[in-house]
């Protein structure tokens, strides 16, 4: 990681977290979609990162966690 890329990641302005739940059955089918929007999402200009886990406790729980230098972006 470069000297740019660590003082950017550590000063984030904008975290966003957040979870969205959906039915345990349908994440499978629903993983295609998730990838095309998270692959967008980090293409956006500005997105330090944006990740997503399937939690494993909580069976159909999607975990988000969104990066930014600024509200704008």
Partial sequence: M???????TANPTVAVIGW????PERLQELLPQL???????REHDGCITYDVAID???PGLLRFTEL???QAS
Wanted: proline share 8%.
């Fill in 35 to 41: 990838q095309q929007v998270v692959a967008a999402t």
């Fill in 68 to 70: 930014w230098p600024d």
């Fill in 56 to 58: 494993p406790f909580e």
């Fill in 20 to 23: 969205l739940r959906f039915a």
């Fill in 2 to 8: 470069s000297a740019t890329e660590q003082t950017t």
